[in-house]
Nanobody
């Protein structure tokens, strides 16, 4: 059974940094894509970063040059390093994984539990 367990997040001031982690366990395939999404209540889930099976990376324009996605295959862990945080980055953040790559569309099969990030001005 596949589980994605997230950690990190919290409350910070604008301009500060946070790192989110996502540990993937039980995946039956040796490689998979990991994507990060965020969601504000009442709004659609927004895809913000993807690292695919080949290690190719995609970012949404809203986070490009500020956020960095990475994946440590040995630890089955993906990280989202978030720098220069802004109040508009406040959201619930989710990681997702799948053997297929859905770009930044929320069609991934497996999801983490979500972690709140709050940025105050």
């Amino acid at each position: 059974q596949v589980h994605l367990v997230q950690s990190g997040g919290g409350s910070v001031q604008a301009g500060e940094s946070l790192t989110l982690s996502c540990v993937v366990s039980g995946y039956p395939y040796p490689s998979y894509s990991v994507a990060w999404f965020r969601q504000i209540p009442g709004k659609e889930r927004e895809g913000i970063a993807l690292i695919d099976n080949d290690g190719d990376i995609t970012y949404a324009d809203s986070v490009k040059d500020r956020f960095t996605i990475s994946k440590d295959n040995a630890k089955h862990t993906s990280y989202l390093r978030m720098n220069s945080l802004k109040p508009e980055d406040t959201a619930m953040y989710f990681c997702a994984a799948d053997v297929f790559e859905y770009k930044l569309s929320p069609q991934y099969k497996f999801w983490g539990q979500g972690t709140q990030v709050t940025v105050s001005s």
